[in-house]
């Protein structure tokens, strides 16, 4: 049997481990809030900077221009080198494809899928053959970009993949995301159906608005 100077040691050890538990949880949610300020030098508000990045077939895509005036999220993803490890970059590319497929022709929302490269020099032509693969595989049909020497990435300031940033009708940057981990999933779902809906909204108005006018005729 044990002595009661044991239990009482080993109640200490329980109410510590617990303790420690809760701060270490309290640490991570406010480290990964000060993340999604920090990882980013687009801020909220601000007008992101613009880029023109080729696809996968070559072809100009300048941010400002796809976008024009339509919400637009941006997202910077890597290939997976180690299949040991989660494919945050994947799940979420996977996930804005059902944003995409959802809102692209009802609301005119644009993705753009910004590939950052494992060097600062050219994409090699292997990655090109993973990257197109991935694309053929799970379906995605939203542009991906090349970022060649890593400028669109060194701009951004983005030092975690995946990161996203989403801009509103107004041209300024309403939400950014460093990472994509399961916890924060329901985050981001919620920042996307806020900036749809105030997507909606506007588009609502802009119609009821002309017929508004007529009716005051």
């Given at each position: 049997?044990?002595?009661?100077?044991?239990?009482?040691?080993?109640?200490?050890?329980?109410?510590?481990?617990?303790?420690?538990?809760?701060?270490?949880?309290?640490?991570?949610?406010?480290?990964?809030?000060?993340?999604?300020?920090?990882?980013?030098?687009?801020?909220?508000?601000?007008?992101?900077?613009?880029?023109?990045?080729?696809?996968?077939?070559?072809?100009?895509?300048?941010?400002?221009?796809?976008?024009?005036?339509?919400?637009?999220?941006?997202?910077?993803?890597?290939?997976?080198?180690?299949?040991?490890?989660?494919?945050?970059?994947?799940?979420?590319?996977?996930?804005?494809?059902?944003?995409?497929?959802?809102?692209?022709?009802?609301?005119?929302?644009?993705?753009?899928?910004?590939?950052?490269?494992?060097s600062e020099g050219d994409v090699t032509a292997r990655e090109m053959e993973r990257i197109r693969r991935l694309v053929k595989n799970h379906g995605i049909s939203f542009p991906i970009l090349i970022d060649n020497g890593l400028n669109v990435y060194k701009e951004y300031g983005v030092i975690a993949l995946p990161s996203t940033v989403m801009i509103g009708r107004s041209g300024r940057v309403k939400f950014t995301s460093p990472g994509f981990p399961l916890s924060y999933q329901p985050v981001v779902t919620k920042q996307i159906a806020s900036l749809m809906e105030t997507e909606r909204n506007d588009a609502d108005r802009s119609i009821s608005e002309p017929i508004m006018q007529l009716t005051k005729k």
């Open positions: 049997m044990l002595k009661k100077n044991h239990l009482s040691e080993i109640s200490f050890i329980f109410r510590m481990v617990k303790r420690n538990a809760a701060i270490c949880i309290f640490l991570f949610l406010f480290c990964f809030e000060s993340l999604a300020l920090a990882m980013l030098v687009t801020k909220k508000g601000e007008v992101p900077h613009d880029f023109t990045l080729e696809d996968l077939d070559g072809r100009d895509i300048n941010l400002f221009q796809k976008a024009g005036g339509n919400p637009t999220i941006v997202v910077f993803w890597k290939l997976l080198d180690n299949k040991a490890f989660i494919d945050y970059s994947l799940d979420e590319l996977k996930y804005l494809q059902k944003y995409y497929k959802k809102y692209h022709q009802e609301l005119g929302l644009e993705i753009l899928g910004v590939y950052v490269p494992a």
